[in-house]
């Protein structure tokens, strides 16, 4: 039937098998816990192929820093140096703040919120796949980075961890389709949940009730009841309400604080895991 | 049988194609970036195909899931089917003026996308954005020149 194929199966029977290989694949990674753990080999058996492709980036990089000018530098050294000034005085205040807040905390006969241990990482690449919003970041199991933690930036929250190699690991953004986020509304404290769209400069609030209280330029930031991401992190602004009543739902987009398309630094933190158990406990 | 010659530059211009396809650009550039390991591997198939089929369409794509982070097996089927319209129909294609091929390759790279979408909004739930179908129209412009390439590559290194 098939004359180019003097051996093997027909060429109908290797669409068959494929066919029904990647159907097994799919419902696999989709409706089993086992992937995360299948990934997590995989990713860091396609870890060359990325170092290599990022490779030309960071020579670029590289090379412009190389050349920049002296006077540049200075400039840029003094404005980081301000920053670091105006920061460190910002700092004294927090450390005072969180001490009251602590005895505060003691006096209400809570859990004491403590800051975790945090790790910088760079990004080796960022996927813009329209149907996945992923990076890959350059610290994996070897430096204590473990599946579903949180991630940030200076401006807010990222996303989270979701497979983990050796040296390298992967990172779900807020922005993906299969994300979703608890957060609060910083003005009102009504909970709410959002969905990524696939698209990088919005999220999408859902089953929100037209009588809820919003406001275009509401700051949401993290409630911590999802369990992954610490309480009061910054998220997203809102910027589009659309008051339809025919619709079920209210619908609210929202912009993240943070720039997920040109991300180069990212902050990964550790919950403190016996603040949760004392919490449980209670 | 023929012997298979020259095997490893097939594979070494598939791994080239990923590592292209996962390289870091600005995300306005990015939305325009063509399918090169599709693209690739269509040449192969149409040149090949007793070379590059099925098999190999289907190992290329599952790499692709690994590597943007699809749901694992999405592109790997999508790549088999786009592969197995091409093998079926490779030496009507062959015959083909470049101008005709490219408009075919474009329908498959529809085809591709229409897949990719159908199997992920099933799986996952995405909305659809006419700007996902931009890497069709780069990849039909792509193919010419592509196709021009890679065939001098084959015939420089006799891969058979």
């Known amino acids: 039937m098939n004359p180019i194929f003097e051996r093997g199966p027909s060429l109908r029977l290797r669409l068959f098998f494929a066919l029904l290989l990647s159907i097994g694949l799919m419902l696999i990674d989709r409706y089993t816990d086992s992937s995360t753990q299948l990934r997590s080999y995989l990713t860091a058996a396609v870890s060359p192929l990325i170092y290599v492709a990022s490779l030309p ?10 050349f920049m000018s002296h006077q540049r530098l200075l400039a840029e050294n003094d404005q980081l140096r301000e920053r ?42 960022v996927y813009s796949h329209p149907f996945s919003h992923q990076i890959v970041l350059n610290k994996g199991s070897n430096d204590g980075v473990t ?32 994300h979703a986020i608890s957060l609060r509304i910083e003005r009102t404290g009504v909970a709410v949940i959002a969905e990524g769209l696939g698209q990088w400069d919005r999220i999408r609030l859902v089953h929100l009730p037209h009588s809820i209280d919003i406001q275009d330029g509401d700051r949401l930031v993290t409630s911590g009841l999802d369990g992954r991401f610490p309480e009061g992190y910054p998220v997203a602004r809102v910027n589009r309400i659309q008051r339809d009543v025919s619709q079920p739902f209210l619908q609210v987009q929202a912009e993240p604080y943070a720039q997920l398309d040109r991300i180069r630094y990212v902050l990964l933190l550790w919950p403190q895991t016996e603040l949760d158990q004392q919490g449980d406990s209670d | 049988m023929q012997r298979a010659k020259g095997i490893s530059v097939i594979y070494l211009s598939l791994l080239l194609a990923l590592i292209l396809m996962v390289m870091p650009m600005p995300a306005m550039v ?66 083909f003026s470049i101008l005709q091929q490219s408009l075919l390759v474009g329908l498959l790279l529809a085809l591709y996308h229409l897949l990719i979408f159908w199997l992920s909004h099933f799986l996952t739930g ?26 001098r590559v084959r015939r420089q290194f006799k891969v058979r």
């Not at chain 1, 807010?156 to 040296?167: D, E, F, K």
């Not at chain 2, 020149?145 to 890679?150: G, I, P, Q, V």
Request: aromatic fraction near 10%; proline fraction near 5%.
């Open chain 2, 30 to 95: 990015k939305l325009f970036r063509p399918d090169w390991a599709l693209l690739v591997l269509l040449y192969w198939v149409l040149a090949l195909p007793f070379r590059a089929n099925i098999g190999t369409a289907f190992v290329v794509g599952f790499l692709v899931d690994v590597l943007v982070g699809t749901v694992l097996g999405v592109n790997a089927l999508a790549f088999s089917v786009v592969a197995f319209v091409m093998a079926a129909n490779h030496q009507k294609i062959r015959n």
């Open chain 2, 126 to 151: 995405v909305y659809f954005l006419p700007d996902y179908l931009w890497p069709v129209l780069t990849g039909t412009l792509v193919w010419p020149w592509l196709f021009w390439l890679l065939r």
């Open chain 1, 84 to 125: 670091l000034l105006r920061q460190s005085g910002n700092l004294q205040r927090l450390e005072f703040l969180q001490q009251e807040n602590n005895k505060l905390r003691e006096l209400l006969g809570s859990a004491p919120v403590t800051e975790g241990q945090r790790l910088v990482a760079e990004v080796l690449a």
């Open chain 1, 57 to 66: 980036q960071v020579i670029l990089t590289g090379a412009s820093e190389q």
């Open chain 1, 147 to 178: 599946e579903f933690q949180p991630i940030i930036d200076e401006l807010g929250i990222l996303g989270q961890v979701v497979s983990v190699g050796p040296t390298s690991s992967r990172a779900l953004l807020i922005t993906d389709t299969t």
